[in-house]
């Protein structure tokens, strides 16, 4: 069990909601009902979504996304994504990406005839069968004579697990392709044991796989023959094809004989009607029937009853666990399962994946991967792919619509009012039932345009009933404005924003002030694009129970949309009225503040 | 579009053109079987080449426990993921699903499935979900609401192209080379045997005990804590398990040669000695073997050998023989040494003992079987297999192989398929091949009464 590190900050996500209720509409209904006019009041009727609770709803900042279309937040369950790119994390090897780069749209990745090699690193990187870091290739010393040269052993370098010290030493003969090798080596693992009879995994499958093929090979040729309706499945076809053919037979026959008369006719004896079914391919021919039953299983193998008991002694004679590995050990393995500690193999490298991720509702790209890196050097190192030449992994993004950059970041401090200050934070050593404890909470804009913050929340938890007061539920932050910012634009946003900033500094002085002669004011400290708001929280009487605050959190602000999308974009860089629209947005989202524990 | 001016420049982007209006059409025909456009249907949604109706799909082995996960055609699994707690600390159990399904909500199934799935995709497959066909492994027992969630998830969350359910004991059996089987999976909730006859599960003749994994898992756990004074964790409890159990494939009870050997293990640090066969072996008898002491087990609660034999003399008299020497064992719990061979050789104590004894229901069984048995042991046999998933694998690639280059035309010819499917959805497209009852995502998403009703196969509907 993980520890939880307070103070914890999640956003809910409502695409989890459930499914009769979209998520637009929930969004409007929060929307409305913590609009900044009415304020406090109407926190009383608040209505906490049902999910607010549920873990898989709950995410941290950095791993939402932003729909600026829909303008809501988006989590990993309501992106699509799309595999763009496919690479080794050790070496950073390219092994696909996009080949098709039409316009905006991310490609899918092709891999036509795709076998399990394409989920791993086929060059050198392989990976300490115990702990799973990368294993770093040795050289043999000099001493072993003229063929060291040739020759490496792998070596884990954190918990120096050796490739020569384990059952059978593991020395490769070159120095390249060592993927390729530890797979030759783990198709052998189980014949080593003298038994030559004791096929593989990978040999039976194969067998197998033949097999079938001659049954489905075979069932064609019979298809072909007789080009009946036959049903789609060769598998289930041929009891039944016969069967089919039987019925057909007797119904011929028996029309033939039947005809008009209703008194059964002479000629339907038990013996005729054998015969027919005979003649269908029921009774006849037993010898060869057999035989071709038995064909048709030759691939069933008895279970080894000896081998077993062998394993079983051996796993008696066990003195602790040591002997086999870990489950994790033995999962780990793409190729076979280890059944002893000196079994363990190299583990080759799990690719990793580069993902676009699209809005599921309006399908906009919030995240697109920069792939093109990549496009530059297959084109020049089309000729000599073999060789393995330079073509890593780009990191950087062309679309990345994170959460972060157009919601408030929330941060949490403890203001130690209480006039024994504590020595240390409640958030380690517990909360006190009954003592009000006061915070600050810091809302930082990261959008251009100054934003009016409303938060609103239940006077008390709905789990445990701490009691909950915001001093300020409505304030405003200015704008994320740097001090060297483009000159262009801070031209084309001051006259907006000069009134305002004007207005905002007087307030400044005066809440900061009022601020510190008593916490009643609420707004604690200001910033150029971050306020300090005061909330105050006194835990119920319940032992050890989690402090968890749910919060509402809506903002409006009055961005600048282009008017018309048709018309060349950005040639008139005066970004004056003539070009941008004024359109009131309104973002909200629900948050949990997880404070920390009541003492117990 | 048409001035070709520069001939080749021209020409190319005329051809790219047409080809893209051909790929428009193909992907159209397919879909149009859901009704309106909606959210699920979306063009941008809708799969755009022909390759995802071809491409190898995406097998699932969903069990309680964990899920395996590859692409057909391959031997083993790409994963295998067990299910537990994560780090984020938001899955809290270790199991998908109770088997009392009041003690499990179907929004939990959707949100660890959903969380799961997508390290299965993005993490080990690195495929996207919406371009795959699916193919899930089910056990005969597996509850419909259970069904409908994981179809639900993989159609939402993974856009997959469609879901198709299968017998996981039919894989068991494919993966064997047999034709004729009687698969016995001792699973985390439940054990169950399932006979199949020529490629046919007699799914009416399935039976199963609640003598399985979670019952072990229970035991071991109790054992481990009368002998530590330590309470060991779910995980230290499966490690043991896994790691340190076997079975003597004979009775040993009556040698008296029981070991005395320790056995140290490591509880949440501190390490302890513990009686070798008491811990390791005697657990596995009590659970899976002892009958009740009154040997009047409940109907969910026989001993693995005595459901195989109340399975056997369920069936019919033609299908006895060749079941008595195709005995498979699958799932979790047979991979523990020596337990199969132990509850086969329990299997022909009960229907042909060494020496005449044993009680009388024992006897009349004898006599039911003897003219199978013939008095020989040693007709009563157990088959290897590579597993559920592997069988399933084969089946589906084969399928597949089959059905896109027909082996009498040359390779690539796509053959068209003549008859209608299980589902009873004719072919609209012949750039695609189907798997037998294949569930597609418009269908399932748009049509609520299809969707609580396709994966019933107990219930004849007019969408089966």
Redesign the interface.
């Known amino acids: 069990m993980i520890a939880t590190r307070y103070p914890l900050l999640r956003i809910h996500c409502p695409c989890a909601e459930p499914i009769t209720d979209g998520p637009d509409t929930e969004v409007d209904a929060l929307t409305t009902s913590g609009s900044p006019d009415t304020g406090l009041d109407t926190t009383t009727n608040l209505e906490l979504p049902p999910t607010l609770d549920n873990p898989f709803a709950l995410h941290a900042l950095n791993s939402l996304y932003f729909c600026d279309f829909c303008l809501v937040l988006r989590c990993e369950r309501c992106v699509v994504e799309e595999v763009v790119q496919t690479y080794c994390p050790a070496c950073l090897h390219v092994y696909s990406a996009d080949t098709t780069a039409g316009g905006n749209e991310p490609s899918r990745v092709t891999r036509k005839g795709r076998s399990d090699d394409a989920t791993f690193c086929t060059r050198n990187c392989l990976q300490c069968p115990l702990c799973f870091t990368s294993l770093t290739t040795f050289a043999t010393t000099s001493s072993e004579g003229s063929e060291a040269l040739a020759t490496v052993y792998l070596q884990c370098s954190h918990c120096s697990w050796d490739s020569r010290h384990k059952g059978r030493s593991l020395i490769f003969s070159k120095h390249t392709s060592l993927y390729q090798q530890v797979r030759k080596l783990s198709a052998q693992s189980v014949i080593d044991d003298e038994s030559e009879t004791h096929d593989t995994p990978a040999t039976t499958f194969a067998e197998l796989s033949q097999f079938y093929q001659q049954l489905y090979d075979s069932f064609e040729a019979e298809e072909a023959e007789s080009d009946t309706s036959a049903p789609p499945s060769p598998l289930f076809s041929k009891r039944a094809s016969r069967s089919l053919e039987t019925i057909r037979f007797l119904k011929s026959h028996y029309s033939k004989q039947g005809g008009s008369s209703s008194a059964p006719s002479p000629a339907i004896t038990p013996s005729s009607v054998l015969g027919v079914l005979g003649r269908a391919g029921g009774v006849s021919n037993q010898k060869t029937r057999e035989h071709a039953e038995k064909e048709k299983e030759r691939c069933v193998s008895y279970i080894d009853e000896k081998a077993e008991i062998e394993e079983v002694t051996r796993m008696r004679g066990m003195t602790s666990l040591d002997e086999t590995p870990t489950l994790s050990q033995q999962r780990a393995n793409p190729f076979v399962r280890p059944t002893t500690s000196s079994d363990l193999l190299p583990l080759p490298t799990r690719l990793r994946t580069r993902r676009a991720k699209r809005c599921r509702a309006c399908r906009h790209i919030l995240v697109r991967p920069d792939v093109s890196s990549r496009k530059v050097s297959t084109s020049s190192s089309a000729s000599g792919s073999a060789a393995g030449s330079a073509s890593t992994v780009a990191t950087a993004f062309r679309i990345n619509l994170l959460s972060k950059n157009y919601i408030p970041t929330l941060r949490l401090t403890y203001l130690p009012v209480t006039s024994p200050a504590p020595s240390s934070s409640p958030y380690q050593a517990g909360f006190i039932p009954h003592i009000t404890y006061s915070f600050a909470l810091t809302l930082f804009n990261p959008l251009y345009e100054p934003i009016k913050v409303t938060l609103a929340s239940p006077p008390r938890t709905p789990k445990h009933g701490h009691s909950i007061t915001f001093l300020t539920p409505s304030f405003e932050i200015g704008a994320n404005i740097e001090d060297d910012w483009d000159l262009q634009a801070i031209t084309s946003l001051r006259r907006k924003f000069a009134d305002l900033k004007i207005s905002s500094t007087s307030n400044i002085s005066a809440s900061s002030e009022s601020a510190r002669g008593g916490p009643n004011l609420g707004i604690l400290d200001r910033g150029r694009n971050w306020t300090s708001v005061i909330f105050e929280i006194v835990p119920a009487n319940e032992r050890s129970s989690e402090i968890e605050v749910p919060l509402f959190v809506s903002f409006a602000y009055e961005a600048e949309v282009e008017k018309d999308f048709g018309s060349g974009g950005r040639s008139g860089e005066s970004g004056d009225s003539g070009l941008f629209d004024k359109q009131q947005r309104e973002v909200a989202f629900w948050s949990v503040l997880k404070i920390g524990r009541v003492i117990a | 579009m048409a001035n070709s001016d520069g001939d080749t420049g021209g020409t190319s982007e005329l051809l790219r053109g047409i080809a893209a209006l051909r790929r428009q059409l193909s992907s159209s025909s397919p879909i149009t079987t859901g009704a309106s456009p909606s959210?699920a249907s979306?063009p941008?949604?809708s799969p755009t080449?022909r390759?995802q109706y071809t491409?190898?799909p995406v097998i699932l082995d969903i069990g309680a426990r964990g899920i395996r996960a590859?692409?057909a055609?391959?031997?083993?699994p790409?994963?295998?993921i067990?299910i537990g707690?994560d780090?984020?600390?938001?899955i809290k159990t270790n199991v998908l699903w109770d088997l009392d399904a009041r003690n499990t909500s179907i929004?939990d199934v959707l949100?660890i499935l959903?969380?799961i799935l997508?390290d299965v995709y993005?993490?080990?497959?690195?495929?996207?979900?919406?371009?795959r066909k699916v193919v899930i492994l089910e056990n005969p027992m597996m509850t419909l609401q259970l069904k409908k969630a994981i179809a639900f998830v993989l159609f939402n969350?993974f856009?997959s192209i469609s879901v198709t359910y299968m017998l996981s004991p039919v894989g068991s059996m494919?993966?064997?080379?047999?034709?004729t089987a009687l698969v016995v999976d001792i699973g985390w909730h439940e054990t169950t045997v399932t006979p199949i006859f020529?490629?046919?599960p007699i799914l009416s003749a399935t039976r199963s005990t609640l003598r399985a994994g979670k019952r072990l898992h229970d035991l071991v756990s109790r054992t481990l804590k009368a002998f530590t004074d330590a309470i060991p964790s779910f995980d230290e409890v499966?490690?043991?398990i896994?790691?340190?159990m076997?079975?003597?494939?004979v009775d040993l009870s009556t040698s008296a040669t029981t070991?005395q050997?320790?056995?140290?293990?490591?509880l949440s640090g501190n390490t302890y000695y513990i009686p070798?066969?008491e811990t390791r072996?005697k657990p596995l008898i009590q659970l899976f073997l002892q009958r009740a002491e009154d040997n009047v087990d409940d109907i969910d609660d026989f001993p693995i050998h005595d459901l195989i034999v109340s399975c056997l003399s369920g069936l019919g008299i033609d299908t006895r023989a060749s079941m008595l020497s195709?005995i498979i064992f699958v799932g979790g719990c047979s991979n523990i040494?020596?337990l199969?061979?132990r509850i086969?050789e329990e299997v022909r104590n009960c229907l042909a003992p060494d020496s005449a004894g044993g009680d009388s229901t024992d006897l009349y069984l004898q006599k039911n079987f003897r003219p199978w048995t013939i008095g020989d042991r040693s007709r009563i046999?157990?088959?290897?297999s590579?597993g559920a998933w592997?069988g399933a694998s084969?089946?589906i690639?084969?399928?597949r192989?089959?059905l896109l280059n027909?082996?009498?035309a040359g390779a690539g010819t796509i053959r068209r398929?003549?008859?209608?499917?299980a589902s009873g959805i004719s072919h609209t497209a012949s750039s695609s091949f189907?798997i037998?009852g294949e569930v597609e995502r418009d269908l399932f998403l748009l049509d609520k009464n299809y969707a609580d009703n396709i994966f019933d196969w107990t219930i004849s509907t007019k969408y089966r």
């Open positions: 959210f979306s941008l949604l080449t390759q491409d190898p590859g692409i055609g391959m031997e083993r790409v994963c295998e067990p707690p780090l984020r600390g938001r929004e949100d959903q969380t997508r993005y993490k080990y497959l690195l495929l996207d979900g919406k371009s969350y856009q494919l993966a064997a080379g047999a034709r020529d490629y046919k499966e490690e043991f896994a790691r340190a076997y079975c003597s494939p070991s050997q320790a056995f140290a293990i490591t070798s066969s072996h195709r040494p020596g199969t061979l086969l046999k157990a088959i290897t590579l592997t084969l089946y690639s084969r399928e192989d089959h027909g082996t009498g398929i003549r008859a209608e499917t189907r037998l």
